[in-house]
């Protein structure tokens, strides 16, 4: 272990704030048992009290002692994705209070398979609140920089372990119930859960998440998803107001185009970076190509369609 994760540790176990990198996004770390640690990272993200957060812990032991009545579906998931980007809402049991849980009755767990992750989490010991480390609403933070952007001095530590590899948040699948349901969808996809476990529909009475809230996961540009046989015209139309997110060659009427992999794993690692990038362009509208309808591009087309909602 090295002596950044080591002091990381000791900053988590004294109440403070430490971003770390996770394969999926980066975290910005509290002290799960700690009221008045959680009390300060709510308050640096401006996030609702009311909102959960998911605790994050080096094993599988140690991450179900957080949740009771753990059912075999549970089990099966964590076995078969922990480590990895997989996030279970489970009932919650006494460790878990409700400054963690928003009150809820549930709770949302998850180990990470990132090395930095996993080293601060085995050395702290216990489990670790961790939204994505941005501020409430905006685009999560896939590299050390976004963090420090974001968040500046209000975090007391940053660990740098690169890009994120995934790029999206985690897959969240709710076991606190009598049917599972997938709250987010991500890298892991609907298929790969339902192999092992029966999935139902997401009805509106499902727990908060902020996945359901209207506009998330946004850049501050309007952004507008468009179908590829608009993109020629929407273009035509607003000429170099625009900055462009698409699969195609960039258009010399635009001054800002980013060209994605069409490829969806590749595409998702990318997105959030990409969006940053476009909005610091300055310009009054980001025009996103749309991706495919197939079930592989689930959890990017959702992270776009949140992007591009109306706030
Ligand atoms: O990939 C990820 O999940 C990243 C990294 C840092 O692990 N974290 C992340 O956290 O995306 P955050 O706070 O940005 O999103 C957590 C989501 C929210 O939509 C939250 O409402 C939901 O998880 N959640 C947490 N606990 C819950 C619960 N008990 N019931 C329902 N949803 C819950
Ligand atoms: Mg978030």
Known sequence: MTAEVRRAAEILRAGG?????????YGLGADASNPKAVARLYAVKGRPSDHPVIVHFDSFERALAWAREVPDEARTLAKKFWPGPLTLILKRSDAAKDFVTGGQPSV???????PVAQALLAAFGGGVAAPSANRFGHVSPTTAAHVRGDLGSDVDLVLDGGPTEVGIESTIVD?????????????????EIEKLVKLKEKT?????????LERHYSPRTPARMVPTHQLDKEIAKLGDKVAVLAFSRPDERVDFWLRMPREPQAYAQKLYAA???????GCELILVEAPPEAPEWAAVRDRLMRACREG
């Open 175 to 191: 076991l606190s119930g009598a049917d599972a349901v997938l709250l987010r969808p991500g890298r892991i996809s609907r298929a």
């Open 204 to 212: 509106g009475s499902s727990p908060r998440h902020s996945g359901g």
């Open 108 to 114: 949302g767990i998850r180990v990470p398979s990132h």
């Open 17 to 25: 704030l430490v971003a770390f990198p996770t394969e999926t996004v």
């Open 275 to 281: 969006l940053r990038e476009l909005d610091g362009a």
